[in-house]
């Protein structure tokens, strides 16, 4: 098993600027990859960022490629995303995610294996 846990939201203006962070244990030798999701009210489980663990490649939603960045550390095991220029469109809980193979791809959270339990982002206007 892997245990993901997210730290890093809050309340923040339209503008201002938030960090998550999503640290990852347990068997995390067995994880390819890892992301953050997003999932506003009555709304769908939306992608918003992931990289293949080994690196090289990250995916991020088009929506916000222009305003967060997805890092992570040498080691593997804590993924950030910082997130700028937030819009109240944002709001929404974010939650991290780790796949042990993407057989339905990198934006599919079908992929995703282990979730952590969100952590809210809220943007006012």
């Known amino acids: 098993q892997v245990q993901l846990v997210e730290s890093g939201g809050g309340l923040v203006q339209a503008g201002g600027s938030l960090r998550l962070s999503c640290a990852a244990s347990g068997r995390t030798f067995s994880t390819s990859s890892m992301g953050w999701f997003r999932q506003a009210p009555e709304k769908e489980r939306e992608f918003v960022a992931a990289?293949?663990?080994?690196?090289?490649?990250?995916a991020m939603a088009d929506s916000v490629k222009d305003r967060f960045t997805f890092s992570r550390d040498n080691a593997g095991n804590t993924i950030f995303l910082q997130m700028n220029s937030l819009k109240p469109e944002d709001t929404a809980v974010y939650f991290c995610?780790?796949?042990?193979?993407?057989?339905?791809?990198?934006?599919?959270?079908?992929?995703?294996?282990?979730w952590g339990q969100g952590t809210q982002v809220t943007v006012s206007s």
């Open positions: 990289s293949i663990r080994s690196g090289g490649y990250t």
């Open positions: 995610a780790a796949a042990e193979s993407t057989a339905w791809g990198l934006r599919s959270p079908r992929s995703y294996d282990y």
